[in-house]
């Protein structure tokens, strides 16, 4: 490990004020930290949840019995390098060493694994490319940044809290939904941040603080049917216990219903999701519309005359429940692009469930955006409000299973268990 590098990036005040919140938290032995995972674990169950949790190979190594039970229990244990360093300050090469070395420890002890996590979600786009095929189906590494009313008002900012948010660099919500997109050899899976380590030593935030944040992360999330990752830490998990059950009881209250859910799970659905697909045949009545996706895929359809008032889904769309629809008129309630669209703008909208249409027929798609309202519109939000504005007639397949109108997965960073683990990264060489 380059100790100079990794003392530039936190500077001796960071330093200072994590390692005396460290030296309350563990202790020498590893109870402490079990007791409270395993405590954490309980509360979540209670709502139908189990977590995921990125662990170091380090980690797996020293308490392969202990990791083993939570998998065991129902957790997702993913891989989160093999020593806690961070792997976009090493070369792409070492860094996919750190990943393979940690594989190995998961395989020796029957750890399933399906993705994984860079520790201060470090992680380049060199390192991505450099992943050989088929070692992980997910990376769940890229920040969005989920304000709202409680965060802006929150004034008590340390150095703790702007110190995390420069490792995370995040992208904000208001311009990049937080939904899973599909790279040429893996899924990413966003997380959303602050996390507890921001909220709690970097605001000050207590419990009732933490959840009303919380809280406002899902509610903005629900509203548009994205993913709430929610990112926390075992070592803060006694205080973040309270907040789990207020927020989940939040999450059980909303409808549409809010998936529960772990990443592999995500993972499962959002590939299983990619093999939907509508075919069109014309007749002389107008069209048929043969939907082909699971029994857990949900078609909604909005801007319609007909009265479809007993299978309303939310306030805009109702939900069909066959999968064939004859429309009266030569309707096209698709997405039209222009030919000249990036193909990114493409797959991120098929992605989210609409039926896109680039080829000739693309102009008589009920809504139709043009190469210059394309590049107006420019963020991923604009373009999915100018096409969720439309009144015209639209149909698509919902982003989530069975009705569900968002997900939230809480997960976290199982990074040590005692001060020797802690202690251990900085004297690896
Ligand atoms: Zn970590």
Redesign the pocket.
Known sequence: MNFKKWYADRGPKFIAQRASKLFSRYGISAQRSKTRIEDSMQTLAKFGCAPTF?T?GTVVERYPQFIQGLQKEGAEIAV?SYQ?IDLSAIKPAEAVDQLMKALSVFEKFGIENHGF?G??LGCSKELLDSIPADLFEYSSNQAIWVDGPALDSATNQTLIFDTLRRFYQPAPSSETVSNPSMRTNLLEIPVCVPDDLQLHDGLNLKSPGISQVWIEMLQQTHARGDLFNLIF?PELSSICTESFEILLEQAKLLKPAVWITRLCDINDWWKEKAGFKVDVHPNSEGLTLEFTCSARGTVLAKGFDHTYSDNLWNETYFELQDKTLTLPTNQHPFVGLDYKAPEQIVTFLREQGYIVITDHMATSCEVYIDAETLSRLGSQVNIIDYIETSSAPLIRFWKWPNGAKSAICITG?L?AMTLFDYASRLSTP
């Open positions: 990125f170091p989160h806690h996590r520790p201060y830490h960073d990074d």
